[in-house]
């Protein structure tokens, strides 16, 4: 009898002992608000694809046609790769921060030594890039007598890639508040870790949106 209380009570202080080393991964509440939030982001851009489409059907295709001459496509080409190549940099500036290395460690041009503030800043880069592109070819595009309002082709047109624009200054927004707490901060931790991190969702998000809407617009026509 005693034998066998002795195997019991092993036996449940093996289990406490086990019990006691389990941890519990819970997903980060703010990576999670973030994806749920570009899930109401996704359906906003469905309705914009939707109208884009209806549109397309109903207007006469001659019309729709004259209006897509006045699209500067290898212009867009060029802007549109500068866009996805800032979602590498991006990652790699997430990479970095999940590393906790803020800075290079080396000279400005061992790229392979940047820290997250580096690529961060490249990816902010790029994007002001894209941006500019976008004022430039809706320049273009006024200049050749396509607006807003002188054609449905030029609404719907207007609508999609302008609100995408927006999306894409709010993302610089958020890269300069991401590389001023980081600079804030006394010390990088998890907290900016995961500020990079959102930041790097959302960005992707709007590079894969455009990547749609390039294919869309530019190359179904």
Do not use: K
Request: overall charge neutral; glycine content about 8%.
């Amino acid at each position: 009898m005693s034998a066998i209380m002795a195997d019991v009570s092993t036996a449940t202080a093996a289990a406490t002992h086990t019990h006691q080393h389990v941890t519990v991964n819970r997903p980060n509440p703010v990576s999670v608000g973030t994806i749920v939030w570009l899930a109401s982001e996704l359906m906003f851009f469905a309705a914009l694809f939707a109208m884009y489409f209806t549109v397309r059907q109903v207007m006469p295709a001659d019309e729709w046609a004259a209006q897509t001459d006045h699209l500067n496509i290898p212009f867009s080409a060029l802007n549109t790769t500068v866009l996805v190549l800032s979602s590498v940099t991006c990652q790699m500036g997430v990479l970095a921060a999940e590393r906790f290395q803020p800075r290079r460690r080396g000279g400005l041009l061992a790229f392979w030594s940047w820290g997250m503030h580096e690529w961060m800043a490249l990816t902010y880069l790029m994007g002001a890039f894209f941006i500019g592109g976008q004022v430039f070819e809706y320049a273009e595009l006024v200049h050749a007598g396509l607006t807003i309002s002188s054609s449905p082709y030029g609404s719907v047109f207007y609508l999609t890639t302008g609100f995408h624009g927006l999306h894409v200054v709010g993302g610089l927004i958020a890269f300069l508040f991401l590389l001023g707490r980081s600079f804030a901060a006394r010390r990088f931790g998890h907290h900016e870790a995961t500020t990079a991190i959102v930041v790097s969702y959302y960005w992707h998000f709007v590079d894969v949106v455009w990547i749609a809407l390039f294919f869309v617009i530019y190359i179904l026509q």
